[in-house]
Nanobody
Framework: QVQLVESGGGLVQAGGSLRLSCAAS????????MGWFRQAPGKEREFVAG????????YYADSVKGRFTISRHNTKNTVFLQMNSLKPEDTAVYYC????????????????WGQGTQVTVSS
């Protein structure tokens, strides 16, 4: 069992930045590959960023590439999502998730989810 708790969301103006954190507890953090997803009202949950199973490669959705950066601090069991140059279309609830297989962009590949943190970008 893994418990995930996101924090760092909030209201920011377009062009601003936020840093989301995801603290993991329970089973060994390094046993899982991590990812970030988001879900806007009326839309499906979509992949934002994630690590490969080995942890050595990062993946990004085209819509956030060059603006968002995923990172992790293994000894602190924490994953981060640095979000720069935010746009109103980035407004959503952001979730971190943990998986044990190589597939990274499919929400169904993830076994554990946090409760989400709201990000609102005003124009």
């Amino acid at each position: 069992q893994v418990q995930l708790v996101e924090s760092g969301g909030g209201l920011v103006q377009a062009g601003g930045s936020l840093r989301l954190s995801c603290a993991a507890s329970g089973r060994t953090f390094s046993s899982f590959a991590m990812g970030w997803f988001r879900q806007a009202p009326g839309k499906e949950r979509e992949f934002v960023a994630g690590f490969s199973w080995s942890g050595g490669i990062t993946y990004y959705a085209d819509s956030v590439k060059g603006r968002f950066t995923i990172s992790r601090h293994n000894t602190k069991n924490t994953v981060f999502l640095q979000m720069n140059s935010l746009k109103p279309e980035d407004t959503a609830v952001y979730y971190c998730a943990a998986r044990r297989i190589s597939e990274y962009a499919n929400p169904g590949a993830y076994d554990y989810w946090g409760q989400g943190t709201q990000v609102t970008v005003s124009s």
